[in-house]
């Protein structure tokens, strides 16, 4: 079946470091692939997708580019910010479902 | 346009007691769809809806159901309660069933004693 392995955590960083979350999946077919935030006390909020391979998803300065050949979706930020500290998902649709990676808890410390 | 709503937020309920909770999708979003989420197991799929139809369902037990209306508002109930179904029981929707993006409410935090 579909899955997702992301990079464990918990992640600290300084303000302004590069962040870089590994996830890689396992899906027949070809799923749209997710990244996701979760605030705490919150849900889950969208941050970017892509839809086929090669494509780059983007947004709020994190990217994510569809790696077909290595069935990777690594998410990356050039300069994290306080407000950056979130609990990020990455996450595989082709069908029905979301499959979700386990989360992955980032703390940028001013 | 407003997002996908939750009600209620927050609920004690204790063992054995049953629950409803309910979701309002975005504005013409048709599909909804239901996932637990655990510290232990995670994010999980429930059940997914369209056009009132159940048209797929995760591996819990027949104490967890759910219906949807014709307005595409649904609603998930859980019977006989037990410990373990404490969770952020969150909803998402999405314009139609296939890899259309979800997009998620605040959840419903269900604490049982």
């Known amino acids: 079946g579909d899955s997702v392995t992301q990079m464990e955590g918990p992640v600290t960083l300084s303000e302004e470091a590069f962040l870089t979350i590994n996830c890689t999946y396992t899906?027949?077919?070809?799923?749209?692939l997710f990244w996701y935030v979760q605030y705490p006390g919150e849900g889950l909020q969208l941050l970017l997708k892509?839809?086929?391979?090669?494509d780059k998803g983007s947004n709020k300065g994190f990217e994510a580019t569809y790696r077909k050949e290595t069935t990777s979706f690594h998410l990356e930020k050039g300069s994290v910010q306080v407000s950056d500290s979130a609990v990020y998902f990455c996450?595989?649709?082709?069908?029905?479902?979301?499959?979700f990676g386990a989360g992955t808890t980032v703390t940028v410390r001013a | 346009k407003a997002g996908v709503t939750q009600t209620p937020r927050y609920l004690i309920k204790t063992r054995g007691q049953q629950v409803t909770l309910s979701c309002s999708p975005i504005?013409?979003?048709?599909?909804v769809s239901w996932y637990q989420q655990t510290p232990g197991q995670g994010l999980q799929f429930l059940f997914e809806?369209?056009?009132?139809?159940?048209?797929n369902k995760g591996n819990f037990p027949g104490r967890f159901s759910g219906r949807q209306f014709s307005n595409s508002r649904s609603e998930m109930n859980v019977s006989t309660l037990e410990l373990g179904d404490s969770a952020l029981y969150l909803c998402?929707?999405?314009?139609?069933?296939?890899?259309?993006?979800?997009?998620f409410g605040p959840g419903t935090r269900l604490l049982v004693l």
């Open positions: 998402a929707s999405s314009l139609s069933p296939g890899p259309e993006t979800q997009y």
């Open positions: 899906a027949t077919g070809y799923p749209s």
């Open positions: 892509a839809t086929k391979a090669d």
């Open positions: 996450a595989l649709r082709s069908d029905y479902k979301l499959s």
């Open positions: 504005s013409g979003h048709r599909s």
């Open positions: 809806y369209f056009s009132e139809t159940q048209r």
